[in-house]
T-cell receptor
């Protein structure tokens, strides 16, 4: 399985500010995924970060709110923009295994917005 | 789209007893069913998975069973230990070409009493 490093591990932010979360993988991967896990809730896919093209966003998520960068095959960032308390969640980076459906997750970023 | 349900939301067992966690899914085309364990402050960890061409799979103290007719699958943990205490998520996906998208249940909190 891939080793996925995510930072920061947690942050407390003020309303109206933005936070950029970084995800680094120890091997080259075609796709990287960003998930949100709201308190006591399931994991919801925000977007797929594709190297060399625009990210693909799921219904309910937009690029202006969650801009994503994917400069190479081992790194991606997710920015949570103009934050409100409703954005308080765990944000998770994940990558698929090569050749099958297995999905591996980073350790997550616990975000609290005051 | 796919809908995955997990019930109940919490489960408490005595150390050494078995724990069974059940999930149902809605899309009969789903063909891959992973289970994840999430400990406090960590990202979800894949612990076992099963594909639709298999009815049961075991890995030491954990096993997963799949009933395609009833569209439900279960995680079985035998000889539970305190370190099994965590949130467990089930998921389902349909593999289509190179793409597959996981839909997660809401998770169940398992507590193992010493």
């Amino acid at each position: 399985s891939a080793v996925i490093s995510q930072k920061p591990s947690r942050d407390i932010c003020q309303r109206g500010t933005s936070l950029t979360i970084q995800c680094q993988v120890d091997s080259q991967v075609t796709m990287m995924f960003w998930y949100r896990q709201q308190p006591g809730q399931s994991l919801t896919l925000i977007a797929t970060a594709n190297q060399g093209s625009e990210a693909t966003y799921e219904s309910g998520f937009v690029i202006d709110k969650f801009p994503i960068s994917r400069p190479n095959l081992t790194f991606s960032t997710l920015t949570v923009s103009n934050m409100s308390p409703e954005d308080s969640s765990i944000y998770l980076c994940s990558v698929p295994a090569v050749g099958n459906e297995k999905l591996f997750f980073g350790s997550g970023t616990q975000l609290s917005v005051l | 789209g796919e809908n995955v349900e997990q019930h109940p939301s919490t489960l408490s067992v005595q150390e050494g007893d078995s724990a069974v966690i059940k999930c149902t899914y809605s899309d009969s085309a789903s063909n891959y069913f992973p289970w994840y364990k999430q400990e406090l402050g960590k990202g979800p960890q894949l612990i076992i998975d099963i594909r639709s061409n298999v009815g049961e799979k075991k890995d030491q103290r954990i096993a997963v069973t799949l009933n395609k007719t009833a569209k439900h699958f279960s995680l079985h943990i035998t000889e539970t230990q305190p370190e099994d205490s965590a949130v467990y998520f089930c998921a389902a996906s349909i593999k289509s070409g190179a793409n597959s998208k996981l839909t997660f249940g809401k998770g169940i909190t398992l507590s193992v009493r010493p």
